[in-house]
């Protein structure tokens, strides 16, 4: 345990300026997520685009591919909350049937599965199979977002405590920390938008 302590402290003193600002920007977007507020989206495109970089620049190919995904979405969740409300203020938060959801694990799963064997193949894509499972579920689950589908947050909390394990073995001491929240925090998102959905349920 001291010698994990040490090691984190370390990594955190070598942590980049970019980083720190990526980990700044992300903080903010999951706070005005988890308060409904557009502002997630600019602030998830920002942080995004900086993690594009430094996560190819360690050879975790998948991670980056990620970030340019979310910065696709950022786009379209900026879209999808603003105009689509059907003429609420807001735009509703919505649930999908257990099936949908067993379909989306399913096929996830695969996903991973065919991935992880390509990357470790040609690739030699370091923690192949991690990597792929937190970027396969990441897509699926930032279109959720996108959509306000309530058990996004469910998919969240699993993904980011995964990406807790592989950041530290990158060592990306303060993104590892800032994943450690997002999972505390996607516990919060969780109950903040089941107490919006319950309150639509009743008006």
């Known amino acids: 345990m001291e010698s994990f302590l040490r090691q984190l402290s370390n990594d955190l003193i070598a942590t980049s300026g970019w980083e720190w600002i990526a980990v700044a920007l992300s ?41 340019v995904y979310y910065l696709v979405m950022a786009v379209y969740g900026w879209y999808q909350w603003k105009y689509k409300t059907r003429g609420e203020e807001q735009r509703p938060v919505i649930v999908w049937s257990l099936k949908a959801h067993i379909i989306i694990i399913s096929g996830g799963f695969i996903l991973v599965i065919l991935s992880g064997l390509l990357l470790e193949k040609f690739a030699q894509q370091d923690f192949a199979f991690i990597d792929s499972f937190t970027t396969w579920f990441a897509v699926i689950t930032t279109y959720m977002m996108a959509k306000k589908v309530l058990h996004h947050w469910v998919y969240w909390i699993f993904i980011d405590a995964v990406a807790v394990y592989l950041f530290i073995n990158k060592s990306f001491a303060l993104t590892a920390l800032l994943f450690f929240g997002y999972t505390i925090m996607a516990v919060i998102g969780w109950l903040q938008w089941k107490k919006h959905f319950d309150n639509q349920a009743t008006t």
Do not use: G, Q
């Not at 977007?29 to 942080?47: G, H, K, N, Q």
């Not at 995004?48 to 996560?55: A, G, K, P, Q």
């Open 27 to 67: 903080v903010l977007y999951i706070y005005w997520a988890i308060r409904e507020s557009l502002w997630c989206w600019p602030a998830a495109f920002l942080s995004t685009s900086i993690y594009s970089v430094l996560f190819f620049d360690v050879n975790l190919f998948m991670e980056s591919a990620l970030n």
